[in-house]
């Protein structure tokens, strides 16, 4: 098993930026597909980044050029920068971790961290 736990969400305006991070332990971390959900009342959990264990990255489209996934893995943590922020981009982030990076599989991701809340106000 991986615990994780996030920190770094927050209330910015729009255009701005936050930079998110995600403390792994437990299991060998370097193992799973690593990457960052999304989930903002009424709406669908989304996979917005994942990466692999080579660190290859996809994103959702709607934050791709905006948002940067990263992994260090010899200290147990992943990261996700986001700049450009849009208020559509509020929700509560969670860190996650799977077994693969498939979007269907890892949107519903066996581990999950507790979340942050990132607020972009216009």
């Known amino acids: 098993q991986v615990q994780l736990a996030e920190s770094g969400g927050g209330s910015v305006q729009a255009g701005g930026s936050l930079r998110l991070s995600c403390a792994g332990s437990?299991?060998?971390?370097?193992?799973?597909?690593m990457g960052w959900l999304r989930q903002a009342p009424g709406k669908e959990r989304e996979a917005v980044a994942t990466i692999d264990t080579h660190s290859t990255t996809n994103y959702l489209v709607s934050v791709k050029g905006r948002f940067i996934a990263s992994r260090d893995n010899a200290k147990n943590t992943l990261y996700l920068q986001m700049n450009d922020l849009r208020p559509e981009d509020t929700a509560m982030y969670y860190c996650?971790?799977?077994?693969?990076?498939?979007?269907?599989?890892?949107?519903?991701?066996?581990?999950r961290g507790q979340g942050t809340q990132v607020t972009v106000s216009s």
């Open positions: 996650a971790a799977g077994a693969t990076c498939s979007y269907r599989e890892f949107v519903i991701a066996g581990y």
């Open positions: 437990g299991d060998d971390f370097s193992r799973y597909c």
